[in-house]
């Protein structure tokens, strides 16, 4: 990834997200990545580091740093992005 991809990203991160509120609960990153509660929950606990979740423990439940779904928000936006497209044909 170039510097300017980088800057595109990050934009396109802050403009999806909320700049101020970077973490999610457990419900809001299942509804993002479109898995069942159950998976980020044990995501979170797992020791395979590639299908990992990071988060701090918050009250009953987790903070989840949006941050590293970086590359899931750019491929989002960019199929937001097609389907705008198409349907405008």
């Not at 997200?17 to 797992?46: P, W, Y």
């Not at 590639?50 to 928000?73: H, L, M, N, T």
């Amino acid at each position: 990834m170039n510097k300017y991809e980088m800057i595109e990203a990050s934009f396109i991160g802050s403009f999806l997200f909320d700049a101020s509120n970077t973490c999610m609960n457990v419900a809001e990153c299942a509804e993002f990545l479109g898995v069942h509660e159950k998976t980020v929950k044990n995501r979170i606990q797992t020791k395979n580091m590639s299908k990992k979740i990071f988060a701090k423990p918050y009250g009953k439940g987790w903070k989840i740093p949006k941050a590293q779904f970086v590359k899931e928000i750019v491929e989002h936006y960019k199929k937001m992005q097609s389907d705008e497209a198409i349907s405008n044909y």
